[in-house]
């Protein structure tokens, strides 16, 4: 099971850290990633980090403002958000699968970013 939190509201350019626990022993097996779906539009992948963290990546829009991360002891993905535009507001979802490229069998419950102008 995983839980993403730590969405709100925040001013264009500033920043925001996502969070996303997963309760099960085997996350550290687990590659990860961040998916978003803004309203109207259909959920696109946002980034992605291998099971052990060293492999990294990124869609275009997002490259150089948005950072994953991983704590395996912690069970725990991140996603450092900077530079924030109103184009990256939705709602941002955590998900977990054997490979970074897919298929993600595991997802969270979903947290709101929403950026102003």
């Known amino acids: 099971q995983l839980q993403a939190f730590g969405g709100g509201l925040v001013q264009a350019g500033g920043s925001l850290r996502l969070s996303c626990a997963a309760s099960?022993?085997?996350?550290?097996?687990?590659?990860m990633g961040w998916f978003r779906q803004a309203p109207g539009k259909e959920r696109e992948f946002v980034t992605a980090i291998s099971w052990n963290g060293d492999s990294t990546f990124y869609q275009p829009s997002v490259k150089g403002r948005f950072t994953i991360s991983r704590d395996n002891a912690k069970n725990t993905v991140y996603l450092q958000m900077n530079s924030l535009k109103p184009e990256d507001t939705a709602v941002y979802y955590c998900?977990?699968?054997?490979?970074?490229?897919?298929?993600?069998?595991?997802w969270g419950q979903g947290t709101q970013v929403t950026v102003s102008s």
């Open positions: 998900a977990g699968g054997p490979s970074t490229a897919g298929p993600y069998d595991y």
């Open positions: 099960e022993r085997t996350f550290s097996t687990y590659a």
